[in-house]
Structures are given as C-alpha cells and as structure tokens.
C-alpha cells in the first residue's frame, strides 16, 4: 500500500482524529471532589476522588481507600487512580460486589453504530499495576437495553498497557440523549450473584437472562490487606487496536469533568462566591453561573461556615438551591435577622478556608 | 442511595410551587431539582414510589 493510500486509511479508521477517546479524566489529573478518601466498603457508591470514576461496593466487610496518587514509573503519565485495601475480607457472600467504572451518554456514543449491521467494534485500553497477579474482569455494559460483554485480564507487578477489544453488538440501540448508555466496568471482587454463570469471553449477552456472569473466574482484591490497584491510561475507543493515550490540556479535561460535577472551594478564610440580593430580613437569593453547560440541573451540596454578607454581616443559618437549570443555579440563603429587603448581599465563606459548594450533575 | 430528612423547598419568586427537595443522601445534605435526569431526583422518586421516602411539605 502506497503512503498516500496507508494515510486515507488511517483517516478513514477514525483513528487519526482528535477526540477519539470516550474516556473523560482518563489520565486521571481531575479530583475535584478529593485527593483520597478512606474507610470505603459496603453501601459507598458513587463518585468519590477521580472525576468521573464511579465506584460501587456492597455487601462486603472489605475496606479500601481510593486516592489519586502521583507516579514517576510511567512515563507520560503524572497520576493514577490507587486502590488500597485496608481491611480484608476472605469470606465471600453472594451479594458482594466491588466495581469501578466510567459511564457515558448516549449522544456521544451514536458513531459506533450500536444496534445496526454495522456496529463498531470498541477497544478499551489502560494501564494497571497491582502489588500481585490479579485476574480482573473488563465489561461494557449497555444500560439502555441490559446488554453487557465481559473480557478477563490479568494484571502484573509492574505497568501493563492491556488492550481489549470488543465485538460491535448489532442489537440494542444506544439512546441519543444525556443519559447514562454504555459504560466501561472493572470488577475487582464478587460474590455467587455475579460469579456463578458461564463465562463466555466477548460475547453480548442480556444481562436480565444471565446477569451472574458479569464476573465469572475473578481474583478478589479484598484477599489482603497487602493489595493495591493502580489505574490509569483509560482509554475507549472505535476499532480494534489500541491507539496512543490521547492526552489533552488540563483545562480541557476539566471542563470536561464540570459537565458532571463542579465544586468550588475556597482560597482564603473570606472568599465571596455568589452575589445576590435580599428579599426581607431573613431571606436572600443569589445567582451562579456554571463554568460549562451542565448534563442536566444539578443538585447542589454546601459545606463550611457562611454569612450573607450585606448591612453588615448575617450569620447564614441555611444554603440551598431555590431552582436549578443546566447552566445557572439560583441558590436560597436564609439568616435569622437583619437584612434589608432590596439590598445586595454576598455569599461569603465564614473565617472558613475549606467552605465550599458543589453541583452534581453525574451519571 | 440512603435518602433522609427529604422536605420540598418553595420557589416563592417564582410561582410558589415546589422547585427543589432538600435532603439527607449518605450523610450528607443535598439541595436537589424537582427535574427528571437528574440522578438524585429520579432515586427520590424511586423510593417514594416504593413507599419508603416520604417528602414533608415545604414551610
């Protein structure tokens, strides 16, 4: 094949474009929410460190603290997400489950054709270390039609790039719309309920007909205190190799998280965040613009001390939305006295540097 | 998702309808739209349905 014929094929695989991963954070350098969070086990679900990276655990006495961790072993590469168990759990009940992963929406997802004749096939790529042999399960998992195709991999002592590559799934279309369609699973420890169907490597299957074998022939990360994961690299894209990491900037890969969850927390012990106006002498509201367009409205979480800053300073004595909409928010802020109706007003942290809100939009 | 102390919050600039449900998820307090999509929402919904959430009136 000529030069000119191996690039027009390169161009047409898709595989020379910017954006072509799925994965957002996949180099794990956004953790807006928090560096490392200990003490996770049985009933913690949700996003707690790495933007993006959804953990789910249950059932299970196993302990673990999730953190992004700096890494000088890999090059190109500056963090990771790093699992640690803290405390073991070797008796396995049916129902325990430990799961990260990376959901997507739908109306990012159209191109690969999902549901038709022609459906792509998609390789998920990473890099894991652990601290032994490890066999995980990779799965991707179609929420809009209970589909899921699930690939073991076993990891090494040292960074392993694993690629693999999923058939294209010519039934079940993925919604064009905000919610959560496919997402990327890595399950690292379960129970019967998961574990006693028949594996059967790349393959689509239903999960309401055989859901048990979502993580069939899996080590578990909960067998010792001594294990740990590390993660990072994460990479979903159309075809069937795995291409370059696609680095970004990191501002890109933070508007990207902010779609999903945006946080704001304060620099100094009194930091004014929202400006709004008083209502009476007991209620103010004030208006926040988002960075980026969010996913849907958010929900909103506050934490610290604040006062509502206007004819002098006004204990807040509460913080809450009063409407929410995709990119601006109009916040409720109440003190037990002496604002005046008409007024401006701020919304001022309280002698407190680690005040913050945050707004939650995610999958 | 354990979900507690929910209440509706009133836009009274607005229309005085309720806008928003004020609650307790895994510890933590959340403001969260009366908007389906939103995660949070639709989980309240699940659960009130369920019969095992109930929301008190806004003051």
């Given at each position: ?75 190109g ?10 405390t ?31 459906a ?27 589909r ?55 393959t ?20 010792s205190?001594d294990?740990?994961?590390k ?56 208006v ?36 929410s ?39 | ?59």
């Amino acid at each position: 094949m000529s030069k000119a014929a191996e690039l027009a094929a390169l161009i047409g695989s898709q595989t020379a474009q910017g954006n072509k991963n799925f994965v957002i954070n996949g180099a794990m350098n956004v953790a807006q929410r928090s560096a490392s969070v200990t003490g996770l086990g049985d009933g913690d679900e949700g996003y707690v460190t790495l933007d993006r990276i959804r953990h789910t655990a249950a059932a299970s006495a196993g302990r673990f603290t999730s953190a992004q961790t700096a890494i000088s072993d890999l090059p190109g590469f500056l963090n990771c997400l790093h699992l640690d168990c803290t405390t073991a759990d070797t008796s396995i009940a049916s129902s325990e489950l430990l799961v990260l992963e990376h959901r997507m929406e739908g109306q990012n997802l159209q191109q690969l054709k999902k549901g038709t004749s022609s459906a792509e096939r998609i390789t998920v790529s990473f890099y894991m270390k652990t601290n032994k042999a490890f066999t995980f399960m990779c799965a991707l998992n179609d929420y809009d039609n209970n589909r899921i195709n699930t690939q073991q991999f076993t990891t090494t002592t040292d960074w392993t790039r694993h690629s693999i590559t999923f058939v294209g799934d010519t039934t079940g279309a993925l919604g064009d719309d905000s919610g959560n369609s496919l997402s990327v699973e890595f399950y690292l420890h379960a129970g019967a309920t998961y574990t006693g169907g028949t594996y059967s490597a790349n393959t689509w299957q239903s999960r309401q007909a055989s859901d048990n074998m979502r993580a069939v022939g899996i080590g578990s990360f909960y067998d010792s205190t001594d294990n740990d994961i590390k993660l990072t690299g994460l990479q979903v894209e159309i075809g069937d190799v795995a291409t370059a990491f696609e680095h970004e900037e990191i501002s890109t890969t933070l508007l990207k998280c902010q779609r999903y969850y945006f946080r704001w927390t304060a620099d100094s012990t009194y930091d004014s965040a929202i400006s709004g106006f008083c209502l009476n002498s007991t209620q103010a509201f004030g208006v926040y613009n988002m960075p980026v367009r969010m996913r849907n409205s958010p929900t909103m979480g506050v934490g610290g001390n604040w006062n509502i800053f206007t004819n002098g300073e006004q204990a807040a004595t509460g913080f809450s939305l009063n409407r929410s909409q995709h990119d601006t928010v109009m916040t409720y802020m109440t003190a037990s006295s002496g604002m005046t109706a008409g007024s401006g007003c701020l919304m001022r942290t309280n002698n407190d540097d680690d005040a913050y809100f945050e707004f939650i939009a995610e999958l | 998702m354990i979900i507690t102390n929910a209440k509706y919050h009133k836009d009274v600039l607005t229309d005085n309808q309720n806008s928003v449900v004020n609650c307790t998820i895994n510890g933590k307090v959340y403001s969260v739209p009366m908007v389906v999509g939103n995660t949070e929402y639709d989980e309240i919904q699940k659960q009130v349905a369920a019969g095992t959430l109930t929301i008190a009136d806004a003051d």
